[in-house]
């Protein structure tokens, strides 16, 4: 996968999280708020003709959301009406979000397209004829 299409923000908060993870949920003296995701996952796919971001983002509407690219960042965002509903415990919540990604100049950005179906928001983001026709494999002879 391309190294350009990568998360523009830390990963040193996500990674703090998800190892104390386990021994939040063994002391858990609040009502199971103890750990809440604020971001949907994204996966990257990068296939011939295409990269593929899929975020999984359920109870929101496509109205929620916003997609902007600027110069080689995309940025997906989304805000929503919080919900009267008090769940009895608690591990997501999207009501607003900003995730941003670095593009690679191999994506044509007039062409990016996106669709949200079931709670999973999908974009499309076409490769260049030169980066499509690339063979992305060589073999390294060793000396």
């Known amino acids: 996968m391309s190294k350009e299409l990568t998360k523009a923000t830390s990963i040193l908060p996500s990674a703090f999280d998800d190892y104390f993870k386990p021994w939040k949920d063994l002391f858990d003296f609040n009502g199971g708020k103890t750990y809440t995701a604020t971001v949907p996952a994204v996966n990257i796919t990068e296939e011939k003709d295409q990269f593929k971001l899929t975020v999984a983002a359920p109870g929101m509407d496509k109205d929620d959301f916003r997609i902007d690219i600027d110069n080689d960042v995309l940025t997906i965002s989304a805000e929503t009406e919080e919900t009267e509903e008090t769940p009895?415990?608690?591990?997501?919540?999207?009501?607003?979000?900003?995730?941003?990604?670095?593009?690679?100049?191999?994506?044509?950005?007039?062409?990016?397209?996106?669709?949200?179906?079931?709670?999973?928001?999908?974009?499309?983001?076409?490769?260049?004829?030169?980066?499509?026709?690339?063979?992305?494999?060589?073999?390294?002879?060793?000396?």
């Open 88 to 143: 009895t415990r608690q591990e997501y919540n999207y009501s607003s979000f900003s995730r941003s990604f670095r593009l690679p100049v191999s994506v044509v950005k007039d062409k990016v397209e996106a669709k949200y179906k079931d709670g999973i928001l999908k974009l499309y983001l076409p490769k260049t004829e030169e980066a499509r026709k690339a063979n992305g494999t060589k073999h390294v002879v060793i000396q």
